[in-house]
């Protein structure tokens, strides 16, 4: 290439070098020094022979190798330490320098691995540095920078980017990301069905493209304030739907500071779609003028989407009824899967709002198609669950229906009816306003029909603030006729104030003429009637401007709140309440509870509880169904409540368990009043299905004075109280007292309670065994019975008469049964596995209660032992009392009958003690007789027990069943019984209980 000749301007190096420095910058070994003393790595490539010329040392020192890494050949040390998928691209990398200029340069990125194994990016910059005679690239020089740090940024920016995606695209609302020009970057999926479009391909990427034309300036002016101030900004602006009409957006423009380089080069725009408030404010100005109407189909709709939405439901329907056709309802709006359907009648006979309309409250939580088979929109849409609420006038007649509907069964029935008779009542006050303003679509003009279909109040006035209009929701809310509003001053006419009276709130029309700007709407607000009636209303001005621009008056809408206001307070009561009873609920009882307790703390009063549990409730409920029990709680309450007083206050505390609250009364006078509420009961007569139903209650009272401790304490008395009541016969009353040794005993079991599960869980409880001697010297039929105790913290032994009781009254009982056989079961299996017990006859009894009988899943568990732990089922002997036997007699059977068919057998312990024993002998079908020791102990002394001894003996030997002596304590006692022909004995005599701490004192018991 030719050089280009010196200019005039042009200076020579010899002009600003000095000969010294000339020399130096000839010296040959300058280009290495520079080369060594460079940061990077520096090298030279030969291109023919495919391998480098010249590296500079700053590779290995890079990686952190060795001196010893230093002596291997670059091209060695590449080949160790390059990436494998990098060193298959070195032959495309080299071929790309044929195809370019010498002053261009090739970029290209490779790993290389360190010495502790971690891989290295490095980024190369080469350009060709030598050519042969036919200008073919032979030797290329370049460059090498480790940019490890700087893909790790790379990378994190990436995770930053997606998680910014990933906000984005599932947020509800709009949101647009852009660089801070205003360059469009990102629109998530909100953003597209906000206008209409399902996915990006459907708008171009012109940010601007949807945005009015005349609002375009306003959105840019956003962003360029936005670059400047690095400030939030917000903009109203119009964009164009899909089907082509114009919606108002509300955007609010946020910079991104990026959470790595902290660089604040990026905008997030969050939009809402505020047609509907634009729409509002317009309608509220044009109907001053008479120009447009709004419909009251709209409230239904969004009341029909937001019940969709409240209670989950796949469809929510408001339906009227038709008075000229009393079998057809019309939907005045219905949402299916969030679509809005059309108006439509529907037949009323067939479905279950025919069961709804003028009634009350009901769902159906599933199965609703077999229900009502003649429902054909069920069968259509593919419905199996319903909930609706009636609907009615002012005047108390039917006016329609208000429901949801679901493919799946509905979870919780309850808290959904529970929303519908919220929606009722807001959904029966509108559809009356509706109808009302119908009626006066026939008598007035349509412009005044336009601005009382608002259903808000509107008036307005001059500059001066004086009334010049008002329609006719005003007039019902000011209490005074247009005829008397009209040319009156509205200081002096509309009397807003605050929730407590006062009148120091700021007039919205004041502020809206003075300031000429809209207000907003105002809430808190209290309109005063004429007549005295208030109503929540919240409200809001805005100013009328003539052709010039100028302000000439002014619009002030009120709307009436007042139902939400019902509802909140309709939300309150339910949550203070049973929903089924509409008593107060056990929460708010405590709360009264504890005011009462202050209360007599404070001024030392005294109040009184009666903690009211039914008695032969579980029989309608068992015999009828939870529904019956549910009407039967219905009617008791409201008899219930028209025995209270002012003050006093009743409640449900759960199930059929209620409380009353008596204040200021002395226990005297609280025992009266709760026997009169006894006798209520008592007297109550409930009818179902052609059956009558007799219930009691069993009545806790207890005093609350100064001394009484909390609430808790309170409630725990009261209810130790009616469960005395309870253990004492049944429908009485029982008073609580600290030194009442029935209460003492039974807090004493409530106490034993904890101890109990305490023991479950820690593996506290310990067994024993007492062998039972046979009386005809046969050892081969000794047999052991195994015995439970319990050990305190000390581990000391608690006897079972001090915890068993508690078990048994409590329900226990089930899970100690469980606890025992799987500990026999499995100290026994080593046993029985390695033929470690000899006695091939021998049993081993264990003791199942009555409540396990009649626990429905103790059968399967006990089978589920055997077959775990391997035991032979004819060698273990379940011993069942005979009172338990008799009270759960065909559990009892069924239980029986099941295990002997696997070769179990049975004892019926305390035997005699029942006074229907021999009767129920020849019904159960047991092995052993286990004589109760009540008639053992005293046989010697006492003719009588001698003969019952010997008369359930006979009877025994009759039928083919074995005999067992309880509580052979004395020699003469063991002898008797061996006369009496006895067949087994067990007792301190014979051998005292031992602690199953090993097969052999066992092996050893059973070989006596």
């Known amino acids: 290439m030719k050089s280009k000749p010196k200019t005039t301007s042009q200076k020579t190096r010899s002009d600003v070098v000095g000969e010294t420095d000339v020399n130096v910058l000839a010296d040959p070994h300058l280009a290495t020094a520079i080369a060594e003393a460079s940061p990077d790595l520096i090298f030279v490539f030969n291109l023919h022979a495919m391998r480098p010329v010249y590296v500079n040392r700053r590779l290995a020192p890079t990686l952190g190798y060795s001196a010893e890494a230093e002596s291997l050949s670059t091209e060695e040390f590449l080949r160790r330490t390059m990436h494998p998928d990098d060193q298959s691209q070195l032959p495309r990398w080299f071929a790309r320098f044929d195809s370019i200029s010498d002053g261009e340069v090739v970029g290209q990125a490779y790993r290389l691995k360190d010495s502790v194994g971690q891989w290295h990016w490095f980024q190369s910059r080469s350009r060709v540095f030598k050519r042969d005679a036919n200008g073919k690239p032979t030797h290329i020089i370049g460059t090498s920078r480790d940019v490890t740090d700087a893909k790790e940024v790379e990378r994190k920016l990436g995770e930053s980017e997606r998680r910014y995606r990933t906000l984005v695209e599932n947020a509800d609302d709009p949101i647009v990301l852009a660089d801070s020009s205003g360059r469009l970057l990102f629109r998530n999926p909100a953003y597209y069905h906000s206008l209409g479009y399902v996915d990006r391909a459907e708008l171009n990427d012109d940010y601007l493209d949807p945005v009015h034309p005349e609002d375009r300036a306003i959105v840019m002016s956003a962003f360029e304030t936005l670059r400047e101030l690095n400030q939030s900004q917000s903009v109203e602006y119009r964009a164009r739907h899909r089907n082509g009409s114009w919606r108002h957006h509300s955007a609010r423009i946020v910079p991104i500071e990026d959470e790595i380089t902290g660089d604040r080069s990026a905008v997030l725009a969050i939009i809402r779609d505020v047609t509907e408030h634009k729409q509002l404010e317009r309608a509220m100005e044009k109907a001053a003028t008479g120009l447009v109407a709004k419909s009251g189909r709209e409230f239904f709709q969004l009341l029909a989407l937001h019940l969709a939405e409240a209670t989950d439901s796949a469809c929510a329907l408001i339906a009227r009824s038709v008075e000229s056709k009393p079998d057809t309802i019309e939907f005045v709006a219905m949402t299916v899967d969030g679509v809005m359907q059309t108006e439509f009648a529907f037949p009323l006979s067939g479905t279950p709002c025919a069961n709804v309309l003028g009634q009350t409250v009901c769902s159906y939580p599933q199965g609703i198609q077999s229900l009502f088979p003649d429902d054909k929109m069920l069968v259509e849409l593919g419905f199996e669950s319903y909930a609706g609420a009636p609907l009615f006038r002012s005047d108390g007649s039917p006016s329609g229906v208000l429901a949801v509907l679901d493919r799946i069964p509905m979870s919780n029935p309850r808290l959904v009816e529970s929303l519908l008779r919220i929606f009722a009542a807001r959904a029966a006050a509108e559809l009356e306003r509706l109808d009302a303003a119908r009626e006066l679509i026939e008598q007035r003009e349509r412009i005044e029909v336009t601005l009382d279909s608002i259903g808000d109040g509107i008036v307005s006035v001059t500059r001066d603030g004086i009334i010049d209009y008002v329609n006719n929701v005003a007039e019902e809310m000011i209490g005074r006729s247009s005829d008397n509003l009209l040319g009156r001053h509205y200081l002096d006419e509309l009397s807003l104030m605050d929730e407590f009276g006062r009148r120091d709130l700021a007039n919205p029309l004041t502020t809206c003429l003075k300031e000429s700007r809209r207000t907003g709407w105002l809430v808190n607000y209290v309109l005063a009637h004429r007549q005295g009636k208030k109503s929540d209303v919240e409200v809001s001005a ?131 009043i709760a026997d009169g509420f006894r006798q209520v009961i008592r007297e109550f007569r409930f009818a179902w299905e052609g059956r009558v139903f007799e ?98 913290d000390e581990n000391n032994i608690i006897p079972p008469g001090s915890f068993i009781p508690a078990a048994e009254r409590y329900n226990l009982m089930p899970a100690v049964d469980r606890w025992v ?188």
């Not at 809408?557 to 019902?566: G, L, Q, R, V």
């Not at 009767?919 to 002394?941: E, H, N, Q, S, W």
């Open 695 to 792: 219930i009691g209650v069993s009545m806790g009272v207890v005093r609350i004075t100064a001394q009484s401790e909390n609430v808790t304490t309170i409630l725990s008395a009261a209810d130790v109280a009616c469960y005395a009541a309870k253990d004492l016969g049944r429908n009485r009353i029982h008073v609580f007292e600290v030194d009442d040794a029935e209460l003492v005993r039974r807090r004493g079991e409530m106490h034993w309670t904890g101890d109990i599960v305490r023991a479950l869980e820690s593996g506290r409880f310990t067994l024993y065994f007492q062998p039972i001697i046979p009386l005809n010297g046969n050892r081969s039929d000794v047999h052991a019975e195994f015995l439970l105790r319990m050990l305190d």
């Open 821 to 1008: 056989v799987r500990h026999v079961f499995k100290s026994l299996a080593p046993a029985f596995r390695d033929n470690a017990i000899d006695c091939s006859d021998g049993l081993f009894a264990i003791n199942i209660s009555g409540t396990s009988l009649s626990d429905d899943g103790f059968l399967d568990y006990v089978r589920e032992q055997f077959h775990r732990y391997e035991i032979p089922p004819r060698r273990i002997c379940f011993e069942i009392t005979e009172t338990a036997a008799i009270s759960n007699l065909s559990k009892a059977m069924l239980f029986i009958n099941a295990l002997r068919e696997l070769g179990c057998r049975f004892a019926l312990d305390d035997f005699g003690s029942g006074l229907s024993s021999f009767t129920y002998l020849k019904t159960l079908p047991v092995d052993y007789l286990k004589i109760d020791g009540a008639f053992v102990r005293d046989m010697i002394d006492d003719p009588m027990d001698a003969a019952m001894v010997r008369a359930i003996q006979d009877i025994a030997h009759v039928m083919g069943v074995k005999t067992i002596a309880e509580f052979v304590e004395k020699k003469q006692v063991f002898s008797a019984l061996t006369k009496a022909g006895v067949d087994f004995a067990q007792g301190f005599f014979c051998a005292s209980p031992q602690p199953l701490t090993s097969l052999r004192g066992l092996k050893e018991a059973l070989s006596l």
């Open 542 to 672: 805005t100013p009328l401007r003539n052709s010039a621009d100028a302000v000439v008056g002014a619009v002030l809408a009120i709307h009436d709140i007042s139902a939400t206001t019902a509802m909140a307070k309709q939300l309150a009561y339910h949550a203070a309440h049973d929903a089924l009873t509409g008593l107060v609920n056990r929460r708010e009882f405590e709360q009264k509870l504890e005011q009462a307790l202050l209360q007599a703390k404070r001024t030392g009063g005294e109040h009184v509880l009666c903690y009211l549990d039914l008695d032969q409730f579980k029989l309608v409920n068992d015999t009828c169904g939870h529904v019956a029990g549910d009407e039967l709680l219905r009617q008791l309450s409201v008899l219930l409540r028209r025995r209270l007083k002012n003050a006093d206050v009743l409640a449900r505390l759960g199930g059929d368990e209620f409380g009353l609250l008596l204040f200021d009364r002395p226990i005297e006078e609280a025992l009266i």
